[in-house]
């Protein structure tokens, strides 16, 4: 069994642990084919982020070179060993693609893949911008509800996903604000709407991920849902595993189980990335 963990957090987000040469001597010691460094990009040159404690959410713009110089360095240095992967996981706003490209652009031609994220929420009426799935805005999840907080992620994710500028390979999470265990009351409607996005997903043939890291959280569950990779697989979207690991002891973080329960629903095989082109590898 070839595994790849395409999602994980070190040391240079500010809120997780473990240098990057930690993490690849970890992905070597449990017999990964494949690690992927995705850290969080920066935010500081957003808009209407004024509640957030994006100092806490991602390294700054200042340490972008030494993030993608180091990681260069140990992926030379490990080639025998292991395949090192190299990415950012973006967050979208909305109307601020362009803020973002400025940065973006003069680095892009050294990542391997960008994975597609939304962790901050923002409604026309309400308190502005909150991070959903930091423990600490939990009484604005509370103040909006569930089912809110369902579909203007989903309609987000739609225009994330949708916007010719916002660039990116994967879309990490699906089904994020379950995190805290919250679920929808009007299932049905928020499930039409992540039935939406997925169309949209297939329609640009980009990648999702299968990730992990609910089964440490509140809802001991991956994300998204089975139900959700089932109408996934019906639409042939490609996949790709992530644990989202915040320490170096969380990579591959219950890849065995999830992959009995993707052979199940009819997935056999996983996207690999390598300077932005597509392969695929066997399960």
């Not at 993608?68 to 490990?78: D, I, M, P, V």
């Not at 002891?249 to 629903?265: D, G, P």
Request: some cysteine; glycine content about 4%.
């Amino acid at each position: 069994m070839i595994l790849e963990d395409m999602h994980t957090h070190s040391e240079r987000c500010h809120h997780a642990v473990g240098t990057l040469e930690d993490y690849i001597k970890k992905a070597i010691e449990i017999g990964l084919k494949t690690i992927g460094f995705s850290d969080h990009f920066p935010y500081e040159f957003l808009k209407k982020i004024d509640r957030i404690p994006f100092g806490e959410y991602a390294m700054t713009l200042d340490e972008i070179e030494n993030y993608l110089s180091t990681a260069e360095r140990l992926r030379e240095k490990y080639k025998e060993k292991i395949n090192v992967r190299i990415s950012f996981e973006i967050d979208y706003f909305k109307n601020q693609e362009k803020a973002l490209n400025v940065q973006l652009e003069k680095i892009k031609d050294r990542l391997d893949y960008i994975l597609g994220s939304i962790h901050i929420l923002d409604f026309e009426e309400g308190r502005g911008s909150w991070g959903f799935d930091d423990s600490r805005f939990l009484e604005d999840y509370e103040f909006y509800g569930p089912d809110r907080v369902y579909m203007q992620y989903y309609k987000t994710e739609q225009e994330m996903v949708s916007s010719n500028e916002f660039d990116l390979d994967i879309v990490g999470h699906f089904d994020l604000p379950k995190k805290f265990g919250h679920l929808p009351d009007n299932r049905d409607a928020v499930l039409n709407e992540a039935l939406k996005t997925l169309e949209l997903i297939k329609n640009r043939d980009l990648v999702m991920e299968i990730n992990t890291s609910g089964f440490r959280k509140e809802v001991k569950k991956q994300y998204p849902s089975l139900e959700i990779i089932e109408k996934m697989y019906e639409l042939d979207i490609p996949i790709l595993l992530g644990s989202d690991a915040h320490d170096p002891n969380e990579i591959a973080w219950e890849f065995k189980t999830i992959i009995k329960k993707l052979k199940r629903i009819g997935y056999f095989q996983l996207v690999h990335f390598n300077k932005r082109e597509r392969s695929f590898i066997e399960m």
